[in-house]
Nanobody, 124 residues
Framework: VQLQASGGGWVQPGGTLRLSCAAS????????TGWYRQAPGKQRELVAS???????AYADSVKGRFTISRDNAKNMVYLQMNSLKPEDTAVYYC???????????????????WGKGTLVTVSS
């Protein structure tokens, strides 16, 4: 099982970016997923999360600007980022609790996975 994040880049303040995270492999289902970010010299922080249903949660710093969504049929999770600020500059990571098959074990089980980060730079 792999998580692959994409969509980062450079954008001016006030701009928009959409991050995507694709899960691949022998997946049975995906439980909660989330986006984290880590700015230089800072700890990794949770930006947004979404449950298997429609429950979402956001860091106070991004409420009203970022929207997390998922496409269960495609095993995808997205982060729409609007009104970007320089303080949003960070490496963004996707995270998911994935129920998957492994080897010859017929019973799937859950494992937490992290994708490689994608860099978002907001500057003029």
């Amino acid at each position: 099982v792999q998580l692959q994040a994409s969509g980062g880049g450079w954008v001016q303040p006030g701009g928009t970016l959409r991050l995507s995270c694709a899960a691949s492999g022998r997946i049975f289902s995906i439980n909660a997923t989330g986006w984290y970010r880590q700015a230089p010299g800072k700890q990794r922080e949770l930006v947004a999360s979404i449950t298997n249903g429609v429950g979402t949660a956001y860091a106070d710093s991004v409420k009203g600007r970022f929207t997390i969504s998922r496409d269960n049929a495609k095993n995808m999770v997205y982060l729409q980022m609007n009104s970007l600020k320089p303080e949003d500059t960070a490496v963004y990571y996707c995270n998911a609790d994935i129920v998957h098959y492994s080897g010859t074990n017929p019973s799937p089980y859950a494992t937490e996975y992290w994708g490689k980060g994608t860099l978002v730079t907001v500057s003029s």
